[in-house]
C-alpha cells in the first residue's frame, strides 16, 4: 500500500519503539503534524521554543537509555536546535532530530524559512541526512536509530522537505542497516585486556576513574565487582556521577576542576589508573602535561578515536564498557591495597569536601544537602551549568544508578528546565527535581508552561544569588574582583510561576529549607522554590585553570565549619 | 617527535556532502593537508561495494597527529576505510 513521506515517518517512529516526540510545528512540517493525530502512539510534547525540545529530549534519553525525538521545523525552528544538538553530541546522548526543510525544489535558492541545517550541524551530529527522495526515507530512519543508539551514542538529525512528506511510495522497512563505514568494535581485543591484568595485579596505588561510559553500558556490576575484587579505590568524572554508589567504601568522589581534592590528590599519586568510559576532558584532567605523573594507564573506551587523543596512553582497550570489564574480571586476581587505600582515607579525614559551614545566611550547599535528605537520595537531579551544577554534584550524594543528569560538555546553561522535563516525560514515577541558577533559569524559562500543559510534577529549586555566580567567582578569584556583567537582576520567581499556573514559595532562611521541600515533595505537580542564597558564595575546592590538579584551592574558613555527617558505608 | 610526509588513502561510500565531511574534520581539529586528491567510482579488489570514492590525503605531521587524523576520518559513518600508505 503507498503511503505519504509523513505517514512513512510516523510508521518508521512506531516501529523503531517511539513514544514521545518533543516538537513545535511550522509551515514546512503541517503535513506531518496533519498526520500525527492518527498515530496516538506518539505523544507530542508541545514545547515553547525549540532548544526545549532538544534538551528534553535529551534528558528523556540519558535518563531512559532509548533514543530522544525532536522535531523542528525549517530555517529558524532547524536552528533553534543547534545548541540542544551540541549539547547531545558532546555528552554522547542517543537524540534524533528531524527538521522539516522547503521542497526540494527550492532548496539553495535561499527560499523562506530556508537553512542549510545539515551544513551547519554536520560538526556536532554523529551523522545526518537530508531526503531527497520519499523511497529513501524509511532506510533513513532505520539507519538513524540504529547510528544514535549503537556504539558511542550520539545525535543524528534527520532534514525532511515538504514535498517529500507529501509524496508517496510503498512502505518496507528494512530488517537491518547496511552501512559499510559503521561497525563499532565491541569486543576488547584480549591481548589487550590480558597486557590490562597485569598491569591491575602488579599495581601498588592503582586508581579508577569511571566516566559516563559506564551508565551508558550498564556496566554498573561489573565496575563493583573489579573495585572490589582488586580493591582499587574508585573516582569519577562530573557525567559518571551515579555510575559508583557515592556511600561504597571504595567510592572517593569526583575529580576534576571542582572535584574533592582528596580525588585529584589519588590521581597525582596512583601508579596505574584505569579510565573507563571517560575521555580526559580539560575539566577533568587540568594541566594535562602534569596528570597522573606516575601512572601508567589503561583507558578502556568504545571511541577509538579517544584514545590518545587528550593523553598518551599505556594500554588501550577499545570496545563496550561493560563487555570489557566482564571479561577483565574474568582474569584479575583478588587483592588488598590496605595502605593505599588508608593514605586515601587520611586525605579525605584532612581535606573534607562535604562539610558545610555553619553561619546565619542561606547556603546553597545547605539547602542541597537538605533536597538530599528530604528525598533519602530518591530522586534524579538534573542541574544547570555553574555553580548550582557543582553545589548539586558535591553536596548530593548519589548511589542510584544514573541519578544526576547534567550538561557536562557543551556547559549548556539553560539545559536543566527542559531536561528534567524530558527526564520526568521518561521516568513518570521518579521524583525529579531541576537545580537552577537564576542566570540559566532563565535562558528556557518559557518552558514551565509545557510543564503545566504536559502536568509533569517536575519540582524546581532556584539558587537564586542575584549573580551569575561562577563568573563572579571567576572574576574574584582572577579578575581582581572587578565584576563585569556578573550581577544579575530577575523577576520575582515565585510570582512567574504562580502566573504560569505553578506552586511556589520563596525561602531565605535555613529553618524554612525543610518544610519548603517537604511543601514541595507533598504537593501533587510541578512546584518551585526561590531559595535566596548568600551572592558571594564560591565554589570549593577548585582548580585553577591551567594548574596541576593537587594544586587546589580549599575553602578558607574551615575553622568555623560544621561536620558533615560521614556518608554510610554500604556492605 | 619526528614529523614526517604522510600519505592516507581514505575509500568513501559515495553519497552527497562525504567530502564536506572530511573537509570539516581537517578544519575543525586542526589538521593540515598539503594535498588531497579525489578519484570518483573506483573498484576496490574483490570489493562488491559499488559507487566509492578514494581520497589520497598527503600530510606533515607525527605519528601521533596522523594516527588521530586515521581515526577521526573513520569515525565518519560514510568513510569505509582509512589506511596508510607507505611506498
Not at chain 1, 565487582?225 to 562530573?238: D, G, K
Not at chain 1, 575529580?255 to 590528590?265: D, E, K, S
Not at chain 2, 581537517?26 to 579525489?38: K, P, Q
Request: glycine share 8%; with cysteine; proline share 6%.
Amino acid at each position: 500500500m503507498k503511503m505519504t513521506g509523513a505517514q512513512i515517518l510516523c510508521e518508521s517512529l512506531v516501529k523503531e519503539g517511539v513514544e514521545v516526540i518533543f516538537g513545535y510545528p511550522g509551515g514546512a512540517l503541517l503535513p506531518l503534524y496533519d498526520t500525527l493525530p492518527k498515530y496516538s502512539q506518539l505523544r507530542h510534547i508541545l514545547v515553547r521554543h525549540e532548544q526545549g525540545a532538544a534538551h528534553a529530549a535529551d534528558g528523556y534519553a540519558r535518563a531512559t537509555g532509548k533514543v530522544g525525538v525532536c522535531l523542528a521545523t525549517s530555517g529558524p525552528g532547524a536552528t533553534n536546535l543547534v545548541t540542544g544538538i551540541a549539547n547531545a553530541f558532546l555528552d554522547s546522548s542517543p537524540v534524533v532530530a528531524i527538521t522539516g526543510q522547503v521542497p526540494s525544489s527550492l532548496i539553495g535558492k535561499d527560499a523562506f524559512q530556508e537553512v542549510d541545517i545539515t551544513g551547519i550541524t554536520l560538526p556536532i551530529t554523529k551523522h545526518n541526512y537530508l531526503v531527497l527522495d520519499v523511497d529513501s526515507l524509511a532506510k533513513v530512519v532505520k539507519e538513524s536509530f540504529h547510528l544514535a543508539r549503537t556504539g558511542r551514542p550520539g545525535p543524528i538529525l534527520i532534514d525532511v522537505p515538504r514535498d517529500v512528506l507529501v509524496n508517496e511510495a510503498e512502505f518496507h522497512y528494512p530488517d537491518k542497516v547496511d552501512l559499510p563505514g559503521y561497525k563499532p568494535t565491541l569486543q576488547g581485543h584480549p591481548t589487550q585486556i590480558k597486557k590490562a591484568t597485569k598491569l591491575i595485579n602488579e599495581a601498588r596505588q592503582p586508581l579508577i576513574i569511571a566516566g559516563r561510559g559506564v551508565i551508558i553500558s550498564g556496566a554498573y556490576a561489573e565496575l563493583k565487582q573489579l573495585a572490589e575484587a582488586a580493591q582499587i579505590p574508585v573516582v569519577t568524572t562530573l557525567l559518571g556521577i551515579g555510575c559508583f554508589p557515592e556511600s561504597h567504601a571504595l567510592s572517593f568522589g569526583m575529580l576534576g576542576m571542582h572535584g574533592m581534592a582528596y580525588a585529584n590528590m589519588a590521581v597525582d599519586a596512583t601508579d596505574v589508573l584505569i579510565a573507563i568510559g571517560m575521555r580526559f576532558d580539560d575539566r577533568a584532567t587540568g594541566k594535562i602535561s602534569t596528570f597522573a605523573p606516575h601512572a601508567r594507564i589503561i583507558h578502556i573506551d568504545i571511541d577509538p578515536a579517544e584514545i590518545g587523543k587528550n593523553i598518551r596512553v599505556d594500554v588501550p582497550i577499545v570496545g563496550d564498557v561493560k563487555a570489557i570489564l566482564q571479561e577483565l574480571n574474568k582474569l584479575i586476581t583478588s587483592t588488598e591495597h590496605v595502605t593505599w587505600i588508608q593514605q586515601l582515607e587520611d586525605w579525605r579525614k584532612e581535606h573534607p569536601a562535604t562539610e558545610i559551614r555553619e553561619c546565619e545566611e542561606l547556603l546553597p550547599q545547605f539547602v542541597i544537602r537538605k533536597i538530599h535528605e528530604v528525598t533519602r537520595g530518591e530522586a534524579i537531579i538534573v542541574t544547570g551549568v555553574g555553580q548550582n551544577q557543582m553545589w548539586a554534584a558535591q553536596h548530593f550524594w548519589y548511589d542510584r544508578p544514573n541519578s544526576l543528569i547534567s550538561s557536562g560538555g557543551l556547559g549548556t546553561m539553560g539545559f536543566e528546565l527542559p531536561a528534567a522535563m524530558g527526564v520526568k516525560v521518561g521516568c513518570p514515577d521518579d521524583t525529579v527535581w531541576c537545580i537552577a541558577g537564576d542566570g540559566g533559569f532563565q535562558m528556557t524559562i518559557q518552558e514551565l508552561a509545557t510543564i503545566v500543559q504536559e502536568r509533569l510534577a517536575v519540582k524546581i529549586a532556584i539558587m537564586n544569588n542575584a549573580h551569575l555566580g561562577m563568573i563572579r567567582q571567576w572574576q574574584e578569584f582572577f579578575y581582581g574582583k572587578r565584576y563585569v556583567a556578573s550581577p544579575l537582576a530577575s523577576p520575582d520567581f515565585v510570582k512567574i510561576a504562580e502566573a504560569y499556573g505553578i506552586s511556589a514559595l520563596r525561602v531565605k532562611r535555613s529553618e524554612e529549607v525543610v518544610p519548603a521541600i517537604e511543601q514541595a515533595m507533598q504537593h501533587e505537580g510541578p512546584f518551585l522554590i526561590d531559595f535566596v542564597v548568600e551572592p558571594g558564595e564560591n565554589v570549593y575546592p577548585m582548580v585553577p585553570p591551567g594548574a596541576t590538579v593537587a594544586e587546589c584551592l580549599e575553602e578558607p574558613r574551615k575553622a568555623e565549619s560544621l561536620k558533615a555527617p560521614r556518608k554510610e558505608v554500604a556492605v | 617527535m619526528n614529523t614526517m610526509k604522510h600519505v592516507l588513502v581514505a575509500v568513501l561510500e559515495d553519497k552527497p556532502g562525504v567530502l564536506n565531511r572530511m573537509a570539516s574534520v581537517f578544519r575543525r581539529r586542526g589538521f593540515n593537508i598539503e594535498s588531497v586528491n579525489v578519484i570518483d567510482t573506483i573498484n576496490v579488489d574483490n570489493s562488491e561495494l559499488p559507487n566509492l570514492t578514494r581520497v589520497t590525503i598527503v600530510l606533515s605531521g607525527t605519528k601521533t597527529t596522523v594516527d588521530q587524523l586515521k581515526k577521526q576520518l573513520d569515525k565518519i559513518v560514510d568513510v569505509v576505510k582509512v589506511s596508510e600508505f607507505h611506498a
